[in-house]
């Protein structure tokens, strides 16, 4: 796995609010809204360093011929796609560039710019595609995949702890089968394929400011911003546009941000029933990207080894500051009074199911509306 970037420098990894890019702040409301890289019509990662930095998040080593190799090929898949059902008149020297340069044209402007960011969109799907495939094809149990997770987290997040970043507390944790039987038996959907925090992660930073620096890092050394899952973020800390205006370099950003500037008053609040209104948090799921250590690659069947070397693993992640997880501790917004509603809820689903309207589960809600 990819060596995330402490030693003598590590503190220049982390960035102020008053060192945010375009490109960072861009990611981050993406993450906070919990919406899709597909809508958007610019990747605004105008530098080789930011394209290496989110090319290395994914678990690509640009070093490694082998990765080399599978890269282009995803490119040509995707640039094939494009001109098998499109149309798509992608020039030679935009078809021939490698990821890096890709994703520095996709910051551009023009013809080639608009052919970057289909021709990434397509890989994007792809990647995630064989991803997933090459995960099912290996003889993997959910506590490996899991420990290989947290070893990734306990790393990064451990290496932050000891150079002195503003991190409180952390705490990963995973659901065990009696939280999980809970949680299926009190949703209208009781598929097990909807439980998204079989494996979470819990950081408190020190004051609210620290949330987008951290969150910052956790995006070009945990896992990529584009494989967020859409729809699944909760946000009730802060109202993006707001908290913008009120840093002066967030500001300048906000307004060349590519996404219309009141887009997150417009979106449908992802909802749990059992959560109280006054309950804050940032929350959001990943499909997070490992590279298989090549000792447990070598237990996938023939077949799979043109599929590259990296899985996805769902993963949620909640972020707060101190004064909020102590607000968050009083009263109804607690977790233990969570755990008590939806237990009652559980309950009485058990002994009289829909036998009344009054017993029958809430509504699904809408989906989140995707713009871009």
Request: charged content about 25%; some cysteine; hydrophobic content about 40%.
């Amino acid at each position: 796995m990819a060596t995330p970037p402490f030693g003598s420098d590590a503190d220049s990894h982390y960035r102020t609010i008053d060192e945010f890019t375009l490109g960072e702040l861009e990611a981050i409301r993406l993450v906070l809204r919990g919406g899709s890289v597909i809508d958007w019509h610019r990747l605004n990662f105008d530098s080789e360093v930011a394209a290496r930095e989110l090319i290395a998040a994914h678990e690509l080593h640009l070093s490694d011929p082998r990765d080399v190799d599978r890269i282009a090929s995803v490119r040509d898949e995707a640039i094939a796609f494009l001109r098998r059902h499109f149309d798509f008149p992608v020039p030679k020297p935009v078809a021939s560039l490698d990821l890096p340069g890709l994703i520095t044209l996709a910051a551009g402007s023009g013809h080639r710019q608009l052919c970057a960011c289909a021709i990434l969109k397509v890989m994007h799907i792809i990647h995630h595609l064989e991803g997933r495939e090459l995960l099912f094809m290996l003889p993997f149990s959910d506590q490996e995949l899991f420990y290989l997770v947290e070893e990734k987290v306990y790393r990064v997040v451990g290496g932050m702890l000891a150079h002195g970043f503003p991190i409180l507390e952390f705490i990963g944790g995973r659901k065990n089968k009696d939280s999980l039987y809970q949680k299926l038996l009190s949703k209208p959907e009781t598929i097990a394929a909807n439980i998204y925090d079989k494996l979470r992660f819990r950081i408190v930073t020190r004051e609210p400011d620290d949330i987008f620096p951290t969150l910052n890092y956790m995006l070009r050394n945990i896992f990529p911003f584009n494989y967020v899952i859409p729809g699944q973020s909760t946000n009730t800390l802060f109202h993006f546009r707001t908290y913008c205006e009120k840093h002066p370099h967030l500001a300048d950003l906000y307004s060349r941000l590519q996404s219309k500037p009141d887009l997150e008053d417009s979106l449908t609040r992802v909802e749990n029933r059992f959560t109280a209104s006054n309950y804050s948090v940032v929350h959001f799921v990943v499909d997070m990207p490992l590279r298989v250590p090549p000792e447990m690659l070598k237990r996938a069947p023939a077949q799979a080894h043109n599929l590259g070397p990296v899985i996805f693993v769902l993963t949620e992640f909640q972020i707060l500051d101190r004064h909020t997880e102590q607000r968050n501790e009083l009263g109804d917004a607690s977790h233990a009074a969570y755990k008590e509603r939806q237990k009652r809820a559980v309950g009485l689903r058990l002994k009289v199911g829909m036998n009344t309207e009054s017993h029958a589960p809430a509504p699904a809600k809408k989906p989140t509306p995707e713009q871009g």
